[in-house]
Nanobody, 124 residues
Framework: QVQLVESGGGLVQAGGSLRLSCAAS????????MGWFRQAPGKEREFVAA????????YYTDSVKGRFTISRDNAKNTVYLQMNSLTPEDTAVYYCALDRTTAQAMAFRGPDYWGQGTQVTVSS
């Protein structure tokens, strides 16, 4: 059973930054695509960012391009989401995601596994 544990969420003012982390209970993270999704109150869960198994390819939803950066450290079984220039529209529960296929496929149809989520709140 795969477990994904997010951390790093919290309350930040608009324009601020946060870094989310996701630790995976796996022996070999490098065999999986990883990503982040988010769900704002009253809205559907949406794709935010994804990273390929090696980390050589990354994908972002348009609204976060240039502000968010996804990265991974396979030796630490951890994936990160650096979030800069945050706005109130970024307020949501952020979910770590893991998929056995590709980052692009996960971005389109959702992942095989979800984390429990971490709250990010951006005040104006």
């Amino acid at each position: 059973q795969v477990q994904l544990v997010e951390s790093g969420g919290g309350l930040v003012q608009a324009g601020g930054s946060l870094r989310l982390s996701c630790a995976a209970s796996l022996r070999t993270l490098s065999t999986y695509a990883m990503g982040w999704f988010r769900q704002a109150p009253g809205k559907e869960r949406e794709f935010v960012a994804a990273i390929s198994r090696s980390g050589s390819s990354t994908y972002y939803t348009d609204s976060v391009k240039g502000r968010f950066t996804i990265s991974r450290d396979n030796a630490k079984n951890t994936v990160y989401l650096q979030m800069n220039s945050l706005t109130p529209e970024d307020t949501a529960v952020y979910y770590c995601a893991l998929d056995r296929t590709t980052a692009q496929a996960m971005a389109f149809r959702g992942p095989d596994y979800w984390g429990q989520g971490t709250q990010v709140t951006v005040s104006s």
